[in-house]
């Protein structure tokens, strides 16, 4: 055995240089097979801290790819593990045999043998080989190697000081000697010496930090003994397998397993997994055999094999032992190292691990929900983002096929019994869960025994007792050792007591591992098992026990044989209790189980839920915090049996009874228990089913599945106020193999349920995303080393496989089983596979021969979806089709605005985005990849990957828009073929197979046909090519789609791979490549889509523009043609796209054809025609001159002349209630102004561009569109087209009224009959919720086009549009002047049908209880009604988009009519809580009778999966309180101006602001005594829901305070008072009252910083809102005060953003609110609000870039109203925006006119010093930048997205260099002064000119680096 490597505490000074460089093999050149880990933590609850440490072993070859390569000379193997962990040794092991030759140097040689010889003999063993051969069976350490490590982690602290520079004063010490002390010294910072680089120096370090750090953090060095013999014994293959195998058995140079830990997978194997296991394990041991014997004979000294076993023993990294960037530091706190096990913050998180610790002299009430329960957990994360599992585990970190590898994985835990802590972690299966009980003796029992010797002198009876203590304990401690193994033994008693304790040196035995016995070690230990246990004194134990408090040990085993990368690990620590899916348990009565080995122990019943769990593994269940006062219970049926063994049993360890809980409290729990279960019954499990099916495997992944939740755990589904990462489409899922860990929060509260549209969608999604996402990422590899680059593809597959998924399960009803919160029977039967919208489910893997034919078949977009039925929804339902078509919209218009925004400010950018070059790369899903650059290689996973806004953000909504172009382009089966084929090579690989063979008879058959040459099927040829690339590229899944989809689809799929660039030329002519590169290179790695305008143009056949009345002839009809002229749009800097497209032509009586046309590829315009039109004119000549009242005649409509609306008097065909007189719909109207018999027309209906096209048709056409049209997508163009650009009537006719009806009505008029429901024609059905919602903001956008000019105008129809938004609202949701609660629930009865199909929904016996009025039918039909049921009302998703729109209305001249201020008031008077019941209480009766009924049915029937004492689900009230928070929130739109000298409290405005301000105090105080009230209940259920009202209600009054001070007539200089900067800087203020409080910045500051503290989304709404006062503050540049409004909200987002107790999540959101503010626009995109209700990134997103009434067709008037930030419009915007850009010439002032005084230059320098040091990785304080360091945190060294927001804000601020640092550092002149303090010069960074120098030479090494990257951005720009 070598000598054990030294640990990682020495100065780089002091080691010896290397004589000679040595080969480096990165982690991508090495190949883990098999990883076999064991942790240990454990929770001290006085000190408030945790422990961790652990041992791997990695099973690694070296370079793979290299065929007999030998090893010899130096080696250096790459690692992956960030600096929060410690590492405390290496080791390394091989099959190499050395053949010993003594001599007079080999000493060290012959002391390893006999020390191996000690501790190996129980596992040396002799087997015997074929042949007769022996070999020893086990591996050995390197001979005459030394093994040493480098832990280095580039990306925790990325600029660091040249060595030489450093002197330890540096850090404010002092040595005297071999000691230090402190000094009063200023510290100096590693960031300050890298100041002149600017932030390009800083971006060129991350790229190179990122790529040293794909490399590998941690290096194993490997340096042979050249002065001693080291010929090596060739092994033979069958030898080193044995060996090999034998080690994956037994663990050579690991900490020998405890005996509970090696019972448990001696179990585990023989129950679950023997075969797959047997089958893993000789593969492995092949692999690595091969490896071993391949290396030639060789005389050469130090050749080595590739296949190594390498051993890493590791700990976390105490808060004081600094980074491992800081080598140079280490030596002046190297005594900290001893405690490397604890962690002793508050909330630690150090990328993919957070632990959290209560503070133990805290209350708990008072402390935030994640804060109050103990627990530890992992994240996730991306591949390639340097987060996720390497920040806990050194392992092997990447996608690629060869860092996948089989896992053992074992966690031990460690706490008080009270605590009831125990682990669930990642597996194949449950995995295996043991907890034991125990003491850990030491602390005040050494104390004891030390005083006790000291006064034993004499005494030899005394010191008898002392022994007989002592030996009780060292007996005791043996048998606890015994159980666990020594490894944990010594870190709990480490951990508890410290190291050392009771005097002697054990650093020998702490390092030098315990070789594991070949021999089974038994469960329980008894006195013949261990004979020391049977001296031991059971009195005396327990009288030691009762000193201290019991500990538990809960012990997990997960064995993991399907390989997965170290991605797919992950656990969670906690007070978990346990819920079992009593759907995936259910049997029903008629389902018999014949298998004699699943009975129960009567042997006639099925296997319980416990008895499958525990013995299989099987099933799903969820995990969440139990209560408090359920805690101490969890481990009390514990004992010590397995330790000290049952002939021992110890009274401590004795059962407890617990006492029986009060009602009270049962219910409490029940109601949890509830909210849980009816939260995800069926949820993961449909997901995963639909998976299986789609991919057409026999199997899950796993066979079990388990959600943990956390409340607001980090990254697992909360976008904490506002930053996209936390989205679950983008990093939101925290998935692990066989399981999630997701956010508790989102959860409903106990007894209530969640509106489905509002909050129950989100969460029924993030369990199907994260089940389809961990599935992915397991099985799926991808064939290249760039993870950043080639990782779309698994957001593509993901995306791809969602979209089925939302298709299937995406409506109201349809994703859970029953007894959910999204099962009903009705819609329930057609979801999944049943679904209509996934008919062509399922498919075959390997297809029959195809048919080649000019038809190209479109899956997926049957007929049946052309022309809108009740399978596109009903007025109360929303379908799924629906849902899925409008998501991709929204990722349409979020996509577009981003790349507009990109278009319109390249040149002189407003906000740092990466498209605009800030760091590299343009807009694409991709990055840098391409044939010539990596991603990864260029370092882009620190920084374009982990961008806020251009980076997994934009690749999430980027793929949904490519995952449609696929989909369309190759056909939905096809795509699904790709798919499988990805998967089936994987498993192949996995299993060893690395090419396909055809049976006999296939290939006889294949050599029978006719064809010269046997094609092998493309599904074969698929698997082949990616079994040969051992995953999936870019270029392989295109090719893949090509040859899948054939050529049929081989004009859609057309496109260059190879990489064209700005100097690319063709070798032959010497002329550049300009041919555009097609599929898929052009929608992956472009940043644009097709705009295309298209104009049609129908002509009579006579040449007229008008058909004559002759022309109704069938002759003349057939000469009726359409013309279509296209021209496509190039945007500035846009690509130009070309290619086949499909136009659909709609004519009049249902007729339809499809066109195939082509899009000239130079952009230039083209017609398309002429098309003749077959069918009949929509109207005559006739018809339109009756209509209009001109013929001979006259309309019989009559007219009331007194009618009038609320526009006023007027004369109307209308009634009050807007209703035609005449009983004439708008949709009739409107048609009679079609003369022509084109209905509408399509261009690209299918979607194969990423296009965005413009129709220009008449008004008539748009309305049948949005009428009679399928497709959501196509209803939503026609209604935005009606809202901004209507056209009245083709011809040039005269006609101005039909029926009364101005024609520049009708559009508004069809608008407002879609949102009523109103049928059009008797065939027509209503529209569904969901569009009639955009109905009503497209109504608003209309209304906003068609504004008068002031807001007071009345008469005609000024306010045509808001009267229809209001009457409609009040006559749904208002009675007697006041609006009524929202009503959630319809009652449905089901008469079955004799003959009807059960998958009829649209009536099939169904009926609504409220569509009869009397009260005797209603109690008949509830009599005679088969079933009842209660469905969800979609309605108040319509009642919300109606608020919204009303609150949107502003006159020409940016006023709010009066009309909206009222109606505002009255709804937020009323509220918005939801409606009980609309039943009478005889109708609640009968319900109640049918509804008891259908259980005792159930409960005969054995059909109940839910506990018999539980009501239905569909009974439980709502939580309405997303709608008062959208009402709020709306409140921002409105815009009015006080007129006259009136006082301030005359101010219109001020009723509002008194109502805002009553709800944000009721919800504070709703809060508190929510909190106060959950004492015990610490679960987190319901916070996300119950945290809407107060982020939307300080968004809404900051805006109104700040439009009221700016638009009130009152002295101005009072105004600027109320918001000066006395009130942002800290200072109590006076009690205001309740209209000037939001006007100060304090308010807000108090919100975020009070105790107990806010929600995430509510601090960070108060940050936002004081941001925007502060910037307000500064708005006039008359102003005599320095404008530091920008400044100070700077230093209060950063002084926040490094406290402890701000959560990663919302730290992020402050970092973005400090890019808004930069950019002006804080107050007009409102992220907070925008975020905090809308849980869909989609949904939120587009609200954010694109305001409260959506994306434009094109005449974006009304959009772009509410965005525009002018004081004409949008006051209270334009006041924040003024002070922004006023505080901006401050920030980049070049300080050179003395503009500023020194003490504003010094602010700027203290400020920028400490956001430069921030963004380096280094400790901050929070105030004060003298203040004391040992519990600040460095907040970016290991959190990605932090640091790219914040040097993205660098970026934005001080593009080249700040001038005020420039100028701060002549002030050092003066250091040592009083001036020099009294200027606060001690923040400012300082750079010495040795520094300047020194570090200057780092941009000259990476100046090749950068040139890359320019190039690389140029070719994207050209691009």
């Known amino acids: ?181 402190t000094t009063h010294k200023r510290r100096r910072y590693e960031a300050d010496a890298h100041a002149s680089r600017g932030i390009r120096g800083m971006t060129n370090s991350l790229r190179a930090a990122s790529i040293s750090s794909s490399c590998g953090e941690l290096h194993v060095r490997i340096i042979p003994d050249t002065t001693m013999s080291a010929a090596l014994d060739e092994l033979s293959k069958e030898e080193a397998m044995l060996c090999w195998k034998n080690d994956l058995s037994t663990g050579a140079g690991e900490y020998r397993r405890g ?312 656990f969670a620590v906690g007070p978990f209790a346990t819920v079992y899916d009593p759907e995936y348990f259910h049997l029903d009565a008629d389902e018999e189980d014949d298998d004699e080995d699943e009975q129960g122990e009567d042997n006639n019943s099925p296997l319980s839920i416990v008895e499958t769990a525990w013995k299989h593994g099987e099933g799903i269940r969820q995990l969440y915090f139990a209560p408090l006062d359920d805690r101490p219970w969890i481990h009390a049926n514990v004992t010590d049996d397995l330790v000290f063994g049952k002939d021992f049993p110890l009274q401590s360890a004795r059962h407890r009874e617990r006492p029986e809980l009060a009602s009270a409290a049962l219910q409490d729990h029940r109601l949890i228990e509830q909210a849980i279960l009816i939260s995800t019954i069926g949820v993961p499990n449909r997901a995963l089913s639909l998976m299986r099916d789609i991919l057409a495997l026999p199997a899950y992944r796993t066979s079990s599945y388990t959600q943990i939740w956390i409340p607001n755990a980090h990254m697992s589904g909360s976008d904490s106020g506002g930053n996209m990462v936390g989205n679950m489409e983008v990093g939101g899922c925290n998935y692990f193999l066989g399981g999630a860990i997701i956010d508790s929060c989102l959860l409903p509260p106990p007894g209530m349920r969640l509106p489905y549209y509002s909050e129950g969608r989100t969460l029924q999604f993030i369990q199907a995303r994260n089940a389809i996402r961990g599935w992915i990422r397991s099985a799926l590899p991808l064939g290249s080393d760039d993870d950043v680059g080639q990782g779309y593809l698994h957001v593509l597959i993901e995306t791809f496989l969602i979209s089925l998924y939302e298709r299937g399960h995406g409506a109201f009803g349809e994703g859970g089983g029953k007894g959910s919160l999204f099962y009903t029977k009705r819609y329930a039967i057609g979801s999944g596979l049943n679904s209509q919208n996934l008919d062509f489910l399922p498919l075959l893997n390997i297809e029959d021969d195809e048919a080649v034919s000019g038809v190209v078949i479109e899956e997926g977009r049957n007929e049946e979806h052309l022309w809108r039925s009740a399978n596109n929804g009903t007025e109360t339902h929303t379908s799924s089709l629906d849902e899925f078509i409008f998501g991709q919209l929204q990722a349409k218009d979020l996509t577009e605005a981003i790349e507009r925004h990109d278009n319109v400010n390249t040149r002189n950018p407003t906000c740092p985005l ?21 991603s990864t290689a260029l370092g882009c996973g620190a920084l374009e990957l982990s961008h806020p806004m251009g980076g997994q953000m934009y690749r999430a909504v980027k793929t949904i828009l490519f995952n449609r172009i696929c989909e369309s382009r190759a056909s939905v089966s096809h795509y699904i073929r790709v798919v499988r084929a990805a998967f089936t090579a994987s498993f192949l690989r996995d299993s060893g197979i690395t090419q396909l063979a055809l049976n006999e008879n296939s290939e006889s058959e294949m050599n029978d046909k006719e064809a010269p040459t046997a094609l092998r099927p493309p599904f074969v040829i ?159 000549a006739k018809q339109q001159q009756s209509a209009a009242g001109i013929s001979d005649t006259p309309s019989t409509v009559p007219i009331n002349p007194d009618s009038s609306g609320t526009s006023g008097a007027r004369t109307s065909a209308f009634t009050n209630d807007h209703l035609h007189r005449g009983g004439f719909q708008a949709l009739e109207l409107i048609r009679i102004t079609n003369s022509t018999p084109l209905l509408w027309i399509r261009v690209d209906p299918h979607g194969i561009y990423n296009s965005r096209i413009h129709i220009y048709l008449q008004d008539a056409c748009m309305a049948e569109q949005l009428f009679h049209d399928g497709d959501a997508s196509g209803q939503i163009d026609a209604m935005r087209a009606l809202a901004e650009r209507p056209m009245k009537i083709q011809s040039q006719s005269k006609l101005t009224n039909v029926h009364d009806v101005p024609v520049r009505e009708l559009p508004v008029r069809v608008l407002g009959d879609c949102l009523r429901g109103s049928v059009a024609l008797h065939c027509d059905l209503p529209h569904n919720p969901l569009i009639r919602s955009n109905a009503a903001l497209a109504i608003a956008q209309w209304q906003n086009n068609h504004a008068p000019e002031s807001k007071a105008a009345i008469g005609g129809s000024s306010w045509l549009g808001l009267d229809l938004l209001l009457q409609y609202f009040k006559e749904r949701y208002f009675n007697n002047g006041v609006a009524l609660p929202v009503n959630f629930r319809r009652l449905v009865l089901h008469k079955h049908i004799v003959g009807g199909s059960s998958k009829d929904t649209s009536d099939g016996g169904y009926q609504y209880l409220d569509s009869l009025r009397d009260r005797e039918d209603r109690k008949n039909a509830i009599e005679f009604a088969d079933e009842v049921e209660i469905e969800e009302d979609e309605e108040y998703r319509v009642r919300s988009s109606c608020i919204t729109a009303i609150a949107s209305i502003r006159a020409q001249d940016g006023m709010t009519p009066p009309a909206v201020l009222n109606f505002m008031q009255e709804v937020l008077v009323s509220g918005d809580a939801a409606q009980g019941s609309l039943l009478l209480p005889q109708e609640e009766d009968q319900l109640k009778t049918k509804q008891d009924q259908a259980l005792n049915d159930e409960l005969a029937n054995i059909r109940r999966i839910i506990g018999p004492n539980d009501d239905d689900v569909s009974n439980l009230p709502y939580v309405s309180l997303t709608l008062v928070a959208d009402a709020l929130l709306a409140l921002c739109h409105i815009h009015v101006r006080q007129q006259s000298e009136y006082d301030k409290e005359d101010h219109p405005i001020i009723p509002l602001i008194e109502s805002c301000r009553s709800w944000l105090d009721w919800d504070l105080e709703r809060g508190r005594i929510k909190t106060e009230a959950n004492k015990t209940n610490f679960t987190g259920f319901g916070d996300a829901c119950e945290s809407n009202i107060a982020p939307c209600a300080i968004t809404a009054l900051c805006h109104m305070t700040l439009m009221k001070q700016i638009t009130s007539i009152s002295n101005e200089t009072e105004t600027q008072e109320s918001s000066g900067h006395d009130s942002m800087i800290g200072l109590k203020q006076k009690e205001q009252s309740i209209l000037e409080e939001p006007t100060r910045a304090q308010f807000y500051a108090d919100i975020f910083d009070g105790h107990p503290h806010q929600s995430d989304n509510t601090r960070a709404a108060a940050a936002q809102a004081f941001v925007c006062i502060c910037l307000a503050a500064d708005r006039t540049e008359e102003s005599t005060k320095e404008p530091l409004g920008l400044l100070t909200s700077l230093e209060f987002l950063l002084d926040r953003i490094l406290e402890q107790s701000t959560s990663p999540g919302l730290r992020l959101t402050l970092a973005l609110l400090m890019l808004d503010a930069c950019t002006g626009r804080v107050c007009s995109l409102q992220r907070v609000g925008s975020f905090c209700g809308q849980r869909s990134l989609l ?91 040992k519990k600040s945190i460095c907040v970016c060294a290991h959190d990605t997205h932090l640091r790219c927001t914040l040097v993205a804000l660098w970026q934005c601020l001080w593009p080249r260099h700040c001038f005020h640092l420039m100028r701060a550092q002549l002030f050092h002149a003066m250091e040592g002064t009083p001036q020099y303090a009294a200027l606060g010069m001690d923040g400012v960074l300082k750079q010495t000119p040795e520094e300047k120098e020194a570090t200057a030479k780092e941009d000259e090494i990476l100046a090749p680096l950068a040139n890359i990257v320019d190039s690389e951005l140029d070719r994207q720009k050209w691009r």
């Open 1 to 181: 055995m070598v000598e054990q490597p030294k640990k990682n505490y020495y100065s780089p000074s002091k080691s010896n240089p290397p004589p000679s460089k040595p080969t480096v093999y990165t982690s991508q050149k090495l190949k883990l097979l098999h990883q076999r880990t064991s942790l240990s933590l454990a929770y001290n609850k006085e000190k408030a801290c945790w422990g961790y440490g652990g041992e791997t072993s990695l099973y690694v070859i070296v370079d793979p790819t290299a065929a007999d390569k030998e090893l010899d000379g130096e080696l250096e193997l790459g690692l992956h593990l960030r600096d929060g962990i410690l590492v405390d040794s290496v080791e390394v092991l091989a099959a190499a045999v050395r053949n010993d030759e003594k001599d007079g140097n080999n000493t060290v040689a012959e002391k390893n043998e006999k020390d191996q010889d000690v501790e190996m003999e129980d596992v040396e063993k002799t087997n015997k080989l074929q042949g007769g051969v022996t070999a020893t069976a086990t591996l050995k350490p390197l001979p005459n190697h030394t093994v040493s490590f480098y832990h280095h982690d580039p990306l925790s602290v990325v600029l660091t000081r040249p060595a030489k520079l450093h002197s330890v004063e540096d850090d404010g010490s002092a040595q005297k000697g071999q000691e230090y002390t």
């Open 259 to 570: 005996s509970i830990e090696s019972k448990m997978i001696e179990d585990m194997i023989e129950w679950r997994c023997r075969s797959r296991r047997e089958a893993r394990v000789d593969l492995v041991a092949k692999s690595l055999a091969e490896a071993s014997s391949k290396t030639k004979k060789s005389d050469k000294k130090g050749t080595l094999c590739s296949a190594m076993k390498i051993v890493v023993r590791f700990s976390l990294r105490p808060s004081m032992v600094p980074p491992s960037a800081l080598s140079h530091r280490i030596e002046s706190v190297a005594a900290a190292a001893t405690s490397g096990t604890e962690n002793h913050s508050t909330m630690e998180n150090i990328g993919g691990l957070s632990f959290i610790s209560p503070p133990y002299d805290t209350p708990l009430p008072s402390l935030p929900i994640s804060h109050r329960t103990p627990h530890a957990y992992t994240t996730s994360g991306t591949h390639g983002d340097h987060q996720g599992v390497r920040s806990w585990l050194p392992t092997l970190d990447s996608a690629s096929p060869h860092h996948r590898c089989s896992h053992e994985l074992t966690i031990m835990v460690t706490a008080l019994q009270t605590e009831g802590l125990w682990v669930s972690a990642a597996g194949e299966d449950f995995g295996c869960n043991r907890s034991v009980s125990h003491p850990i003796l030491g602390g005040a029992e050494i104390d004891i025994l030390e005083s006790m010797k000291r006064e034993s002198v004499d005494d030899e009876v005394y010191r008898d007792g002392i022994r007989r203590v002592e030996n009780v304990m060292a007996k005791a401690e043996g048998c606890i050792t015994k159980a666990f193994g020594e490894r944990h033994a010594r870190f709990i008693h480490d951990f508890f007591y410290g190291p050392n304790l009771g005097g002697g040196d054990t650093n020998d035995e702490k390092i030098q591992p315990d070789i594991p016995s070949s021999n089974a070690i038994p469960d329980s230990i008894t006195s013949s098992d261990l004979g020391m246990v049977d001296a031991i004194d059971v009195d005396l134990m327990n009288q030691l026990r009762q000193l201290q408090p019991t500990y538990v040990t809960s012990i997990f085993s997960s064995l993991i044989w399907s390989p997965c990368p170290s991605r797919s690990l992950g």
């Open 914 to 934: 990466p498209s605009m070059g800030w760091m590299g790369s343009h807009q694409s899903a991709t990055f840098f990849s391409n044939n010539s650059s990596s």
């Open 1022 to 1180: 698929c698997v082949e090519e990616m079994l040969k690339k051992q995953g999936l590229t870019h270029a392989i899944f295109t090719r893949a789609l090509r040859v899948m989809s054939g050529p049929i689809h081989e004009a859609y799929l057309r496109g260059s791979l190879v990489d064209i660039g700005r100097e690319n030329r063709d070798s032959r002519k010497e002329k550049r490549i300009v041919a555009p590169e097609g599929f898929p290179n052009s929608y992956i790695r472009g940043a644009s889509g097709l705009y295309l305008r298209v104009g049609a143009h129908v002509e009579a056949a006579d040449g007229s523009a008008q058909a004559t009345m002759t022309s109704q002839s069938a002759a003349a009809v057939k000469g009726i043609h359409l013309h279509v002229v296209v021209e496509p749009v190039i945007p500035q800097y846009a690509s130009a796209f070309g290619g086949p497209v499909t136009m659909r032509v709609i004519e009049n009586e249902g007729q339809c054809r499809e066109f195939v046309k082509t899009i000239p590829e130079d952009g230039s315009r083209v017609e398309w025609g002429p098309l003749f039109l077959h069918a009949r004119p929509v109207s005559t």
């Open 1739 to 1829: 949904s939120a997103g587009s609200r954010f870039m694109n305001g409260p009434l959506g994306s434009s067709y094109g005449g974006d008037n009304g959009s772009a109203l509410l965005m525009i930030v002018s004081d004409f419009f949008y006051p209270a915007a334009n006041g924040v925006n003024a002070g922004a850009r006023i505080g901006l010439r401050l920030l980049k002032d070049t300080c050179k006119d003395g503009k500023y005084t020194s003490q504003v230059i010094v602010k700027v320098a203290t400020f920028a010093s400490r956001l430069w040091r921030t963004i380096n990785g280094e400790k901050m304080s929070r105030f004060s930048i003298n203040q004391e360091l």
